[in-house]
């Protein structure tokens, strides 16, 4: 069984962003079907590609369903309001000149169809400067601040970051999507009206370091120029080692004498105090620490030596790369990764959720829709 | 206490959880909860406090970290190291519909409060709980902190500048998504629930969650079988596409998904000689140079103001915006405005800003408004309102600090 098993959410999304939210709840049974113009979506075409077929594509759709239809031709459109009238929800991510433009706006929407839920996120929300609305996602996490102090301890001649992949401000915006939708279908169930969900993904962003930038706000902490603003200070960062890397948290008194006995007590370490991570964590300790421990740890392999660590009460763990996680012991246990046939790819594996759900699993029903696939859908009803 | 307010409003209305929870993961979670509206009660022990009450300040009640991320949150006192309240725990966990921890492994079931224990009490009971590793498994035992999630999950390796040991985000990242993530599948099962009655066990890895931001990439790694690396702001099918030094210490980021954006920012960068260089004279010449463009723009990007070339940039129909610090994010006029940065009230000053919810939600929707809880502010409503005690009882159970 699943958990969102009878609703049906209709997906006018373009980009990852709402494509993503949609496959959230696709992940989770509820019936999605993927409204796309003639020609498809455009993340159909975003690679990389293998035989023929986008793999983005493939994984933002897992589990959907599609039907084309050219919402400015009056038939294809009558089918679209047919579509919304047995839906639950419609999810959105154009900008409001292409809603305006194809009749989508909320307002449209809402008279046509009160009993849905309508979402739309866009980068910085509803009633944003038009040009705004057109961003891409480098933009956006630029804008939320997290690219100016990623990594930690960057320089201030290095350029900031966009995160990994390309579409980091798209996942977290589409998991608070999917989550007020969800709250919103549950009123829904109550009380059978429909709700306009408005989704910034840049609030999104800054909702995510609520405690760090909301001390700021409040005049608790000093707002500043600085790339380490939002760092902890400390020697905690990642290491090389002998095939590959490492990452080291460390805070506490504890957290050193396990390390020193992992590594055997050796001469620069015993130049620390005990409790230095505590009360005498200065810039010259933590250079000094890092360079001591660097050498050592560069000769150690990065499975044995942090489990080894965890057992000592160290807070080391290994840097992953995606070709360790589908051979590592805890992903294989909790089936992370599932393995399927693809029409084009043959077996593939999927990373799914996170969330085991005891009696509704996250499932991998279907692949990715070829275009069009599910048309007879916007025939019925 | 009668006619207190316990919810901000909104679409979760009348849906209460409990949360037994800690620093900010479980927190986060709450938080989104009852920014939708549930009525959101955070367990709590002077005895057993909550790390973020005690860090940056000596007042447990207007501890900065704490304040910041609690708002909306219903705050109820239990011992946990006794019987009695746990019998208490167990009498709120009969009123509840969510129950979310993320506190040590093993802890819940040590205190009877295990998934098998809450159903009994329960049946239809959604519980989440919330760890590193996920519940059990080979290496459930181990701990850490949102990097180390991050380390393990794949993200971290694929963040860092070019030719550098991969960094991941910057370290605070991670708990918050986490979080997040709990909270919707607590409402995936709420569906559940209503439609069948059936309640579950939810069972989430902070490490998956993390591994689920960077999915897309773990795919490709399946399908083409090549190891995603590092790429600093490489963009495979898009260029320019980065972060550009302006004066200052300012960085402003731009990307050009076309010919059009292409031709704009080089006429408002340089009159257009840039675009008459054949390094750059096609998307795919653009990608192939794309570090002598990145140089190339960075010398004209430097000596203009990031916020003013964003701006007309972005008017030139080029996705552009500034690289934005604490300073600039406090200041936005823009944020300000939409309530994306808003007021609540607090206990200490009668007002703080806090950062508001991500969505907004019309007609009724949420209205946060409450401030982060004093400890226990929410005792006689939880004991007498919703137990229904008798005031001697409830009187009797604080003198014995059984409520503490």
């Known amino acids: 069984m699943s958990a969102l098993e009878g609703l049906l959410i209709v997906e006018i999304a373009e980009r990852p962003a709402g494509e993503y939210t949609g496959k959230l709840l696709a992940d989770f049974g509820a019936e999605v079907i993927k409204v796309e113009p003639p020609g498809g979506s455009p993340t159909r075409r975003m690679g990389p590609v293998k035989n023929g077929q986008g793999v983005l594509f493939n994984y933002l759709n897992l589990n959907k369903k599609s039907v084309v239809l050219d919402v400015a031709v009056s038939e294809d459109r009558e089918k679209l309001e047919r579509l919304l009238a047995r839906a639950n929800a419609l999810i959105d991510d154009h900008d409001e000149v292409w809603g305006e433009l194809h009749r989508l706006t ?28 057109r961003v891409e996602p480098i933009n956006v996490i630029n804008a939320s601040g997290w690219a100016y102090h990623s990594p930690s301890e960057t320089p201030n001649d290095k350029p900031p970051l966009k995160g990994p992949g390309r579409f980091l401000a798209d996942y977290e915006a589409g998991i608070d999507s999917a989550l007020a939708l969800l709250a919103s279908l549950h009123r829904q169930r109550k009380t059978g009206q429909g709700q306009f969900i408005d989704i910034s993904e840049d609030e999104v962003l800054l909702n995510r370091i609520d405690c760090v930038l909301d001390r700021m706000l409040a005049g608790e902490v000093e707002p500043s120029m600085d790339r380490t603003a939002y760092d902890m200070g400390g020697p905690m960062t ?3 080692c002998k095939d590959g890397h490492v990452y080291l948290f460390m805070t506490t008194k504890a957290h050193w004498t396990g390390l020193c006995g992992l590594m055997g007590n050796p001469d620069w370490a015993e130049e620390f105090r005990e409790d230095w991570l505590e009360f005498d964590c200065t810039p010259e300790n933590v250079r000094k620490f890092r360079a001591g421990f660097r050498s050592w740890i560069a000769g150690q392999e990065k499975i044995p030596i942090t489990e080894a660590a965890q057992k000592s009460g160290v807070a080391m763990v290994a840097v992953n790369t995606a070709a360790d996680l589908p051979v590592n012991e805890q992903f294989i246990a909790r089936g992370f990764f599932q393995e399927a046939d693809h029409p084009a790819f043959g077996k593939v594996v999927y990373p799914t959720a996170p969330y085991k759900l005891s009696k509704t699993p996250v499932k ?14 916007a025939e019925a009803g | 206490m009668a006619g207190q307010v316990t ?17 900010w993961a479980g927190p986060y979670a709450g938080k989104m909860l009852a920014h939708l509206g549930a009525e959101v009660i955070k367990l709590e022990s002077s005895t057993n406090l909550d790390e973020m009450r005690a860090y940056g300040g000596v007042d447990i009640n207007s501890a900065p970290y704490f304040l910041s991320i609690n708002q909306e949150i219903n705050s109820v006192q239990v011992n946990m190291k006794t019987e009695e309240g746990l019998e208490l725990v167990r009498q709120i966990v009969a009123k509840s519909d969510i129950v979310i921890d993320n506190i040590r492994p093993g802890a819940m079931e040590r205190s009877h409060l295990g998934y098998e224990d809450l159903k009994k009490i329960k049946p239809d009971i959604i519980q989440c709980s919330i760890k590193m590793w996920g519940n059990g498994g080979p290496l459930g035992y181990q701990t850490g902190y949102a990097p180390c999630f991050a380390a393990l999950s794949g993200l971290f390796n694929l963040v860092g500048h070019e030719g550098e040991t991969p960094m991941g985000m910057n370290m605070r990242h991670g708990d918050s998504t986490a979080g997040a993530l709990a909270a919707l599948a607590c409402l995936a099962a709420l569906h559940h629930r209503e439609r069948t009655g059936e309640g579950q066990f939810i069972d989430l890895s902070a490490v998956e969650s993390l591994s689920s931001l960077v999915g897309d990439s773990l795919f490709a790694y399946s399908v083409t079988g090549q190891i995603p690396q590092a790429d600093e702001n490489f963009h495979p099918e898009m260029a320019p596409h980065g972060a550009y030094p302006c004066t200052g210490v300012d960085w402003i980021s731009i990307a050009a998904p076309g010919a059009a954006e292409w031709q704009s920012l080089c006429e408002v960068l340089d009159g257009g000689n840039l675009a008459a260089d054949p390094r750059f004279a096609t998307l795919g010449s653009r990608i192939e140079n794309h570090r002598a463009l990145d140089d190339e723009l960075g010398k004209l990007t430097r000596t203009h103001d990031a916020f003013e070339l964003a701006d007309r ?12 610090n604490s300073i600039d994010l406090c200041a936005d006029e823009f944020l300000w405005g939409r309530q994306g940065f808003r007021m609540v009230s607090d206990h200490r000053n009668g007002a703080r800003p806090v950062i508001g919810p991500s969505w907004r939600i019309s007609p009724d929707g949420p209205d946060v408004q409450r401030g982060a809880p004093l400890l226990g502010e929410h005792n006689e409503y939880v004991y007498r309102e919703i137990l229904g005690l008798s005031q001697e009882r409830f009187d009797e159970l604080v003198a014995r600090k059984v409520i503490d």
């Open chain 1, 238 to 240: 990642a290491f090389a």
């Open chain 1, 106 to 133: 909320s307002a449209e929407v809402a008279a046509a169809h009160p009993h849905l839920v309508h979402l739309i996120v866009t980068p910085f929300g509803q009633g944003a400067p038009a040009e705004w609305q």
């Open chain 2, 313 to 324: 940039l972005r008017k030139a129909g080029v996705p552009a915006f500034k690289s934005m």
């Open chain 1, 364 to 377: 991998i029903v279907r692949p990715a829709p070829a275009l069009g696939a599910d048309n007879a859908e």
């Open chain 2, 7 to 23: 919810s901000c409003g909104g679409p979760l209305t009348g849906v209460r959880v409990l949360e037994i929870t800690k620093v």
